[in-house]
């Protein structure tokens, strides 16, 4: 194999995400990258030969060199700052938290350290760690051996504990004596096994406080992965009232007059909790997946530079190994897109994706998609149009109706896998007060467009009928389905206003209804499909303004590689302070929508009332009201959907700054 070129090396080490610092054996400062420039504040030639503690907070400097000694006897590659992170400190004299990773080159001759801040993940964990106080179960965290490793506010009120009493002790502390024996087998088994699980939901498990008193309790467990190895994490909740309640009500059902009165109620309640729970369940979808957006177009950017470096030396040497590296880094961009179309599937299940609506006849968009519909169910299942010609048209995004209708063909087909006949029906359709209640969320009564999917396949049995809108719920084998299929589409049709619901009989197949408001308008041309747009280098000063410093410098890098001159702002006042400065030209801002102190939208209308004109580019990982109506594009307005390609950015920019 032969040794890359030192421009190639160089260009790998100016391309590193993270900061790269190599220091000789006197602890002097001999190599950094731009990102130690970008990440301490110093300048290249003010770090050079300068000893390393200058990077080291002033409380930590007297044991630094110790610690660089150590190592130095030692010197085994080893990451460091993985548990609790370290601090480091910028020029200016502010500390961030840091990990950083040590090895050895030139026979011991130097040490490099590659150091990465960690403010974003300290903050994450300290918002996970405020979740988990302000939840309103016990929680409780259990390591293999069976000792308690994590505990909330709720666990310690719940069980009468302080949090240092509880931390470390066996998890039997809290089992009721009589249940003590067997409890440690049942969790081996648990452990050798872990999938998420109810317990409790028939005859309630007990659990023992810390004065020995009992209480019935219902217990859920989920498996979580650290870095410390499989940690169970045990909901526990007291259902004391509710047992008490649940008798209660047994005696009054007893009384003849009242028991219609008594099960109505107890299907209104069911399925009012259903329709909380799969709104709870969709807002935690969009939040985790907005939080993967900005993550996924930081590292699918910077990915793709380090691609193209790679390439560029896989061309120059086509016999070594980087073709192989350039095939490897291919793999890690594939499975990016990969996860940005779950994030996609879980902003639409939480109707948090950005909609593009118009007035449409579902018959249209059902004739445009019937050829990909009879690819997705293959030869041996047949599939039958049956459209009402007179159809009243609809409002809603033409991409997300596709969507549906390829979602539930591919669940479907896996329900036929010997054949079948898949039905699409289309009507207009009243709903009465009776159909109402069984729809999702329950549907006005009125005048509805139905869309009605119907297959002949195994069905779906009752008790997993109730929860087939849940996002990752899933009845088939790990790796063979994510769950997502079904949440997207209630999410889709909830989005457009519309209501859905799902019949099945085991072993007669299942029928999927949509129903979507009717609207009054009616339908437009279809604009024609532009061609392929050639990206343009351009000199333009634009201004970026976003609050995640890692999502901020990977645009800079893009915008700034193809000509543009960038301002940048970590948030709305600070670009406002560059805004309002008269000796600033700026000819576009580009935004992110949701923000601390001031969104996107309040920005930009402040930033026109001193520049009116300005070209305005929103960028956002999911629909926010505020900043799009309803969760829909307002006219003219551009916004770039994170997790976002080089291309597509600069296409977007283009766009607005041809149209300016």
Not at 12 to 21: K, N, R, S
Not at 283 to 289: D, H, I
Not at 362 to 382: A, C, F, Y
Request: net charge negative; hydrophobic share 40%; aromatic share 4%.
């Amino acid at each position: 194999m032969s040794e890359p070129s030192d421009a190639v090396v160089t260009g790998l080490l100016e391309a590193a995400p993270d900061a790269i610092i190599a220091v000789d054996r006197g602890g002097r400062i001999a190599v950094v990258n731009a990102q130690t420039v970008r990440m301490f504040g110093y300048e290249r030639s003010e770090l050079l030969g300068q000893s390393i503690e200058l990077l080291v907070p002033e409380r930590f400097r007297g044991r630094h060199p110790g610690h660089r000694l150590a190592y130095l006897r030692d010197m085994r590659p080893r990451p460091m700052g993985a548990g609790v992170p370290l601090a480091a400190r910028r020029r200016d004299g502010s500390e961030f938290p840091a990990e950083i990773s040590l090895s050895a080159l030139e026979n011991g001759g130097m040490i490099v350290a590659a150091v990465r801040d960690v403010s974003d993940r300290v903050r994450r964990e300290a918002k996970f760690q405020g979740l988990l106080e302000a939840a309103p179960d016990a929680i409780v965290g259990v390591a293999a051996d069976g000792r308690i490793t994590l505990v909330n506010a709720q666990a310690e009120r719940l069980f009468g504990y302080p949090r240092t009493e509880l931390l470390g002790q066996p998890i039997e502390t809290l089992v009721p004596e009589s249940a003590r024996i067997g409890h440690p087998e049942k969790r081996r088994r648990y452990f050798a096994d872990p999938r998420p699980r109810p317990m409790g939901s028939g005859n309630a498990l007990r659990a023992r406080r810390r004065d020995g008193t009992e209480f019935p309790a219902e217990i859920s467990l989920s498996a979580l992965e650290t870095e410390d190895g499989l940690i169970v994490s045990a909901a526990i909740r007291d259902v004391t009232e509710r047992i008490e309640a649940q008798a209660e009500r047994q005696r009054l059902e007893a009384e003849g007059e009242r028991l219609a009165a008594a099960a109505e109620r107890e299907r209104l309640e069911a399925q009012l909790q259903q329709s909380q729970r799969l709104e709870s369940l969709g807002q935690l979808a969009g939040g985790v997946a907005h939080d993967f957006n900005n993550l996924l177009a930081v590292m699918l950017n910077y990915a793709s530079f380090v691609a193209e470096q790679i390439q560029e030396a896989a061309d120059a040497d086509p016999a070594g190994a980087w073709p192989q590296a350039s095939r490897d880094l291919q793999q890690v961009l594939r499975a990016g897109r990969r996860a940005t179309e779950l994030t996609h599937q879980l902003l639409a299940f939480g109707r948090r994706e950005v909609v593009r609506p118009r007035v449409l006849d579902l018959n249209g968009v059902i004739r445009e998609v019937e050829q990909l519909l009879l690819r997705t169910l293959g030869e041996h299942i047949q599939l039958h149009a049956d459209l009402d010609r007179r159809l009243r048209p609809v409002l809603a995004d033409p991409g997300q109706i596709e969507q549906v209708l390829v979602n539930l063909a591919v669940n479907a087909r896996d329900a036929m896998p010997g054949g079948g006949t898949l039905t699409v029906h289309t009507g207009n359709h009243e709903v009465t007060a009776e159909e109402s209640r069984r729809m999702r969320p329950p549907a006005p009564p009125g005048r509805y467009v139905c869309l009605r999917v119907a297959d002949t396949g195994s069905g779906i049995p009752p008790e997993v009928l109730e929860r087939v809108f849940e996002p990752f719920f899933t009845t088939k084998p790990p790796g063979e389905g994510t769950g997502l299929g079904l949440a997207t589409v209630y999410g889709i049709v909830t989005q457009a206003g519309g209501h859905a619901s799902v019949y099945s009989t085991v072993g007669a197949g299942t029928v999927v209804t949509a129903l979507f408001p009717i609207t009054e308008e009616r339908p437009a041309a279809v604009p024609a499909l532009a061609g392929p747009a050639q990206l343009q280098r351009g000199g333009e000063t634009i201004l970026v303004v976003e609050d995640e410093e890692a999502l901020r410098a990977v645009t800079e890098r893009i915008l700034t590689r193809h000509g543009y001159h960038v301002l940048s702002a970590g948030g709305g006042p600070e670009a406002l302070k560059v805004a309002l400065d008269p000796s600033c030209h700026i000819d576009l801002m580009l935004t992110d929508v949701v923000m601390p102190q001031m969104h996107g939208r309040q920005l930009a209308e402040h930033v026109r009332d001193a520049r009116p004109g300005l070209p305005v580019v929103y960028m956002s990982g999911y629909a926010q009201p505020f900043i799009t109506g309803e969760g829909t594009l307002e006219p003219n307005t551009i916004l770039i959907t994170k997790p976002f390609t080089q291309a597509e950015l600069l296409e977007r920019l283009r766009e607005a700054l041809d149209r300016s």
